[in-house]
Every structure is written in structure tokens, then in C-alpha cells.
């Protein structure tokens, strides 16, 4: 009876579940995620923001009205919402640190699918306060597994020098302006004339990823590029 429960295991290992929807899943594949989950891949989406976008257009309206970012393209593999942001969820609030292996599986496939070719990595700091609070920093576990994959070497080339206030709930201009000023690059990170591929969890005004990659371009890099896991899906004006 050992024997073929041993053998049973070995073939239908037990309590493996899907990322998505935590259903028990016979065996674990890839991306750890069941037959049954359809999470909402980012299929259509802004060229340069990367944001996904209702229509056939090629640019989400903020980009076609001539919004600056620092980084020169961005791109995520899902939008958030749903079982899509009950990962990023469990991943930075519930201590899911297995799940970045994971989902760094899908940000991989985006890369490729760019077409870019990075010759560093980096992430998204945190808050000394927090990092210690949560134990992990998920854009730092994304980063690392994103390396593993990509065989690209990941560095630690950004602080953040002030707290910036909770952005839930702000637009735009009020993550910006609460952002601003908030982050540096480290002396001596060796990103002169590189493309630099930085990683967070989301994406949603760009805020973030913006005032990072201002601090990055003050090292002269060729390029920024911006892969996060998910991404919000873009407003269209209305007149």
C-alpha cells in the first residue's frame, strides 16, 4: 500500500493548486495553473505604455495626447482585476512568495514577445520600513526569478530616499506629484549605454515606474524597458 501511494504521488502529486483560482491541480506544469482559469491576458494594449486598451487602436488616448514617460516602452502579460489581482494580493500581502517563480514564468513570455534585448535587470524599491515589516520586496523576487529565466544579471540599482503616501485611490497628477522626488539611483550601478529592463508587480498610472526610471536615466543607460505582471486597462476620454 506504501509502494502505491508512493507511486500515485509521484505520478498525481497532492496539493498542488492553480495560481489563479487555488483548485487542486493533478499535476504542476509551467505557470501552476489549472485547465480551467482564463485570466485576462493583456492581448491588446498601448505600444508605448503598454496599457490594455478597448479598441484597435495602436495608442491608449493618454499616449496620443503626448504624455512623457522616462522609459521607452512598457509591457505586462495580464490586467488587473479579477483572480489576476488576487494574486499580485496574495503575492505582496499574503505572503505568497512561491507565487513570484510563477508569475515570473508569464513576464518572461512577454519579453520574448518584445523583442527587446536587455542587457541588465533591476526593480522597483522599497521602503526600508515596509520591506522589513512584509519580509520580501515582490518586485526584487520578480526581478530575481525574471534573471533566472532570462539568464540576465539583476541588480540593485534603485533607493528610495522619502516615503511617498498611499496611491490608492489618486489619479494620475496625485501620484506623481506624491511620488516625485522619492527615489535615486546608487552611485556606481553600471547601466552607461545598457538597456535596462526594470520589474514591479503593476502597473497603473506609470507613476511609479516613471520616477524610477527618472533616477535611471541620470546613469545614462541606452534604454528602459518596463515589464510588470499585470497592468490597468486604459480610460478613454469622452467629449
Known amino acids: 500500500m506504501k509502494a502505491l501511494k508512493v507511486i500515485k504521488e509521484l505520478f498525481f502529486p497532492s496539493g498542488i493548486k492553480c495560481i489563479f483560482c487555488d483548485a487542486e491541480i493533478s499535476r504542476e506544469n509551467r505557470y501552476c495553473v489549472c485547465g480551467h482559469c482564463s ?55 499574503g505572503g505568497g512568495k512561491f507565487l513570484a517563480a510563477y508569475m515570473a514564468e508569464y513576464m518572461a513570455d512577454t519579453y520574448y514577445e518584445t523583442g527587446w534585448d536587455a542587457d541588465i535587470i533591476t526593480f522597483v524599491p522599497m521602503e526600508e520600513k515596509r520591506m522589513k515589516a512584509r519580509g520580501y520586496n515582490q518586485a526584487m523576487l520578480l526581478a530575481q526569478h525574471l534573471s533566472d529565466i532570462l539568464k540576465k544579471p539583476c541588480v540593485t540599482a534603485l533607493r528610495r530616499d522619502k516615503h511617498a503616501d498611499n496611491l490608492a485611490g489618486m489619479n494620475r497628477q496625485q501620484r506623481a506629484e506624491a511620488i516625485k522626488n522619492t527615489m535615486s539611483a546608487i552611485d556606481g550601478t553600471d547601466i552607461k549605454g545598457k538597456v535596462v529592463l526594470l520589474i514591479d508587480d503593476v502597473m497603473t498610472t506609470s507613476a511609479t515606474a516613471n520616477e524610477c526610471c527618472r533616477a535611471l536615466r541620470k546613469l545614462n543607460p541606452d534604454k528602459i524597458y518596463v515589464i510588470t505582471f499585470a497592468t490597468s486597462r486604459s480610460r478613454p476620454f469622452l467629449y
Open 39 to 93: 485570466p485576462d491576458f493583456n492581448t491588446q494594449f498601448c505600444l508605448l505604455c503598454g496599457k490594455a486598451i478597448a479598441n484597435e487602436a495602436i495608442y491608449c488616448d493618454d499616449c496620443k495626447e503626448g504624455i512623457r514617460y522616462n522609459f521607452d516602452a512598457a509591457r505586462a502579460p495580464f490586467v488587473f482585476g479579477g483572480n489576476v489581482q488576487k494574486v499580485v494580493h496574495r503575492l505582496k500581502y
